[in-house]
């Protein structure tokens, strides 16, 4: 059974930082191409880090330059690395692997930024 944990989530202060993580239970992590989302209450869910099987990677313009996703293809593991946080980042934020057809999305854990 495919599974994929998100971790890292909470509350933090305008201009902090957190590092959420994604755990999956994926034969060949490594070839997949995996993708960090959010979802803020009452708006649709968006992408916000993709990182390919090749590591290369690309963001969404609101985070670009703070955020930075990366992966451990020997612990099945792909991070983000969110600084400067800013009270519109608060969102649920999803995992999702996808590989040949197939898509996966983690459960999702709670960032939430206020003062």
């Known amino acids: 059974q495919v599974r994929l944990v998100e971790s890292g989530g909470g509350l933090v202060q305008p201009g902090g930082s957190l590092r959420l993580s994604c755990a999956a239970s994926?034969?060949?992590?490594?070839?997949?191409?995996m993708g960090w989302y959010r979802q803020a209450p009452g708006k649709q869910r968006e992408l916000v880090a993709h990182?390919?099987?090749?590591?290369?990677?690309n963001y969404a313009d609101s985070v670009k330059g703070r955020f930075t996703a990366s992966r451990d293809n020997l612990k099945n593991t792909v991070y983000l690395q969110m600084n400067s946080l800013k009270p519109e980042d608060t969102a649920v934020y999803y995992c999702?692997?996808?590989?040949?057809?197939?898509?996966?999305w983690g459960q999702g854990t709670q960032v939430t930024v206020s003062s």
């Open positions: 999702n692997a996808q590989l040949a057809g197939r898509d996966f």
């Open positions: 990182i390919r099987s090749s590591d290369t990677t």
């Open positions: 994926l034969s060949n992590f490594r070839l997949y191409d």
